[in-house]
């Protein structure tokens, strides 16, 4: 849903889907871009961003609050009172958005290639472009 990393208070929007939204038996999918997409450690390798988790200028200009990793997102939808029954990844992806924008304008990618992508999260979901939980309200 690409939300929580803009909330001031994530853990307190969290809190109130467990408690007052979530029905008994629902199931609420959390999905968030990744601090450790491979795309954000290249940055860090060439000094773009301090570190994986910073938040770039061109994020905050977005309302970007913070970036997630997995155990971040799991530890904020625990304190919130949510019970993770999976966590994974959507898509490895090496490259910023700006060059996907570009290299999906040409033919060098194929469909064999995106479908490797998203194979080769399956198996590194740590290393995908987004994370996400499945959640259910805790008991």
Same mark, same amino acid.
């Given at each position: 849903?690409?939300?929580?990393?803009?909330?001031?208070? !994530?853990?307190?929007?969290?809190?109130?889907?467990?408690?007052?939204?979530?029905?008994?038996? /629902?199931?609420?999918?959390?999905?968030? !871009?990744?601090?450790?997409?491979?795309?954000?450690?290249? &940055?860090?390798?060439?000094?773009?961003?301090?570190?994986? &988790?910073?938040?770039?200028?061109? #994020? &905050?200009?977005? /309302?970007?609050? *913070?970036?997630?990793?997995?155990?971040?997102? #799991?530890?904020?939808?625990?304190?919130?009172?949510?019970?993770?029954?999976?966590?994974?990844?959507?898509?490895?992806? &090496?490259?910023?958005?700006? %060059?996907?924008?570009?290299?999906? %304008?040409?033919?060098?990618?194929? #469909?064999?290639?995106?479908? /490797? *992508?998203?194979?080769? /999260?399956?198996?590194?979901?740590?290393? +995908?472009?987004?994370?996400?939980?499945? +959640?259910?309200?805790?008991?």
């Amino acid at each position: 849903t690409h939300v929580l990393e803009h909330l001031d208070d !994530p853990v307190l929007v969290l809190k109130r889907i467990n408690d007052e939204w979530l029905a008994a038996g /629902g199931r609420f999918f959390l999905v968030c !871009p990744n601090a450790n997409a491979p795309s954000r450690q290249i &940055a860090v390798k060439m000094g773009l961003i301090t570190h994986n &988790a910073a938040v770039t200028p061109a #994020e &905050a200009e977005h /309302g970007h609050r *913070c970036t997630y990793t997995l155990d971040t997102l #799991e530890r904020d939808a625990v304190a919130a009172g949510l019970k993770v029954v999976h966590r994974s990844g959507i898509f490895f992806k &090496a490259l910023a958005n700006f %060059q996907w924008d570009r290299l999906l %304008q040409t033919d060098i990618i194929t #469909e064999a290639y995106l479908e /490797g *992508c998203y194979k080769l /999260g399956q198996q590194y979901p740590d290393l +995908c472009s987004s994370i996400f939980l499945m +959640c259910e309200k805790r008991k």
